[in-house]
């Protein structure tokens, strides 16, 4: 199993630009999730998903958009970008269905906003 | 807001020695999960504690957990150069309905440097 993958690793962007992060996980869980973390910060969650077709919002959302057609992808779209945007953003996935509780993360996507 | 407060920010300790990392947070939660982050990495799942917890061990480490002071504790043991990275605490709420489920808050971590 390849986990969670992310691409791109790195993106340089100008202010107003957009674009999408993407994750894909073949582990079939339910559970995906972003997260953005900044220095100091920890990590926080953007948006998550418990499933194909059902998104929600986490602690920080405004400025990002997510879909999940399939159980596999969960893309992170950022509508117009902005230099508080930088960070390094993480997909992680999670098997709702079991006693497991961890959390897998892929290995993350450094975002520069000009 | 962060959910967690860990201390200290960073520690710096020679191999062989042991590291201990303090989490505190404000809500209920369901469970208490450490993660490593090497430099640059993703996070790496360590270990989970429930609430009903008070102490688990893998390996290594050890954690522990008092919700009457809503804090945990990791200890790293005979600390290793490879044990260089930096540690989270992270916690999944109780929330009613279910609504922190699978949600993870996480503390700002320790950075550990472990020197040969």
């Known amino acids: 199993n390849a986990g969670v993958t992310q691409t791109p690793k790195f993106q340089v962007l100008k202010t107003g630009q957009s674009m999408t992060l993407q994750c894909a996980q073949d582990m079939n869980h339910e559970y995906m999730s972003w997260y953005r973390q900044d220095p100091g910060m920890g990590l926080r969650l953007i948006h998550y998903?418990?499933?194909?077709?059902?998104?929600d919002q986490g602690e920080v959302p405004n400025g990002y958009n997510v879909s999940r057609s399939t159980t596999e992808d969960f893309p992170l779209r950022l509508l117009s970008a902005a230099p508080s945007q930088t960070s390094v953003y993480f997909c992680?996935?999670?098997?709702?269905?079991?006693?497991?509780?961890?959390?897998?993360f892929g290995p993350g996507t450094r975002l520069t906003v000009t | 807001s962060q959910q967690g407060e860990e201390d200290p920010q960073a520690l710096s300790i020679q191999e062989g020695e042991n590291a201990t990392m303090n989490c505190s947070y404000k809500?209920?939660?369901?469970?208490l999960q450490w993660y490593r982050q090497n430099s640059g990495r993703g996070l790496v799942h360590l270990i989970l504690i429930r609430s009903n917890e008070r102490e688990k061990h893998s390996g290594r480490l050890r954690v522990t957990l008092d919700t009457s002071k809503k804090s945990s504790s990791l200890l790293i043991t005979a600390s290793r150069a490879a044990d260089t990275a930096s540690y989270f605490c992270?916690?999944?709420?109780?929330?009613?309905?279910?609504?922190?489920?699978?949600?993870?808050?996480f503390g700002q971590g320790t950075i550990l440097t472990v020197h040969p």
């Open positions: 992680a996935s999670r098997d709702l269905g079991g006693p497991v509780y961890e959390q897998y």
């Open positions: 998903s418990v499933g194909a077709g059902i998104t």
């Open positions: 992270a916690t999944e709420g109780s929330g009613a309905g279910g609504t922190s489920y699978g949600k993870l808050t």
């Open positions: 809500t209920s939660i369901n469970n």
